[in-house]
């Protein structure tokens, strides 16, 4: 099947300084990808869409200036957390969807866990 | 009320039990349903797809739709220590790379050997 790749998979990183989330798709384009963060024993949280070519798409509540989206081509979207603070530490996950005629199939990547310190 | 509500769990069988999880809804508009299931620490991964109302069969593994109660459902037969995992369903009002899912909060199963 499809597969979605991220990188770092773990990352720690001080209080203040910024840190890059990749998220690559590896067999397939990807023109929208979904970035979305997850809290211990929660559910994900959709943070934003990203759109290959163009600015991605916040919810309500998500900082853009903080969580800034690069979806530079159709196989690579970035997530990079601005000025980290510990609240930020989370699991980020990212996924993209393959757009078969029949259906709705999204793969996720394999997530990666940030603690800021 | 939340758009997607899911038991909370935690969930603990024994290993060969039925095991069924589910997922109420709010927004009559959704119309693609699917259940994730995601290991600690690992991205989700999915397990079933379904449209609209009726049932769907693969392996051990059985999802239901009633879109008339808004309610999806979600059956592993002869349970495994393997399949212990927290189980998410997702929603999504339109097919298309661009559609946005909505998750409920999961549910996390246990399977005692």
């Known amino acids: 099947g499809a597969v979605v790749s991220q990188h770092p998979s773990w990352v720690i990183c001080k209080s203040g300084t910024s840190v890059k989330i990749e998220c690559r798709s590896l067999?397939?384009?990807?023109?929208?990808m979904f970035w979305y963060r997850q809290f211990p024993k929660q559910s994900l949280m959709l943070m934003a869409t990203?759109?290959?070519?163009?600015?991605?798409?916040?919810e309500q509540g998500v900082e853009k200036d903080k969580f800034l989206i690069n979806h530079a081509s159709l196989t690579l979207s970035t997530l990079t957390v601005t000025s980290a603070h510990p609240e930020d530490s989370s699991f980020y996950i990212c996924?993209?969807?393959?757009?078969?005629?029949?259906?709705?199939?999204?793969?996720f990547g394999e997530g990666s866990w940030l603690t800021v310190v | 009320q939340k758009e997607v509500e899911q038991d909370p769990g935690p969930l603990s069988v024994p290993e060969g039990a039925i095991v069924s999880l589910n997922c109420t809804y709010s927004?009559?508009?959704?119309?693609?349903f699917m259940w994730y299931r995601q290991y600690s620490r690992k991205g989700p991964e999915l397990l079933m797809y379904?449209?609209?109302?009726g049932n769907k069969e693969d392996g051990r593994f059985t999802a239901q739709v009633d879109k008339s109660s808004k309610y999806i459902s979600l059956f592993i037969r002869d349970s495994q220590p393997s399949d212990s995992a927290t189980y998410l369903c997702?929603?999504?009002?339109?097919?298309?790379?661009?559609?946005?899912?909505?998750f409920g909060k999961g549910i996390t199963l246990s399977v005692r050997p």
């Open positions: 996924s993209a969807s393959q757009g078969a005629p029949s259906g709705n199939t999204i793969y």
């Open positions: 067999d397939f384009q990807a023109t929208t």
């Open positions: 990203s759109n290959e070519g163009s600015k991605a798409t916040y």
């Open positions: 927004n009559s508009a959704f119309q693609y």
């Open positions: 379904t449209y609209s109302s």
């Open positions: 997702a929603m999504s009002l339109y097919t298309g790379a661009n559609s946005k899912l909505t």
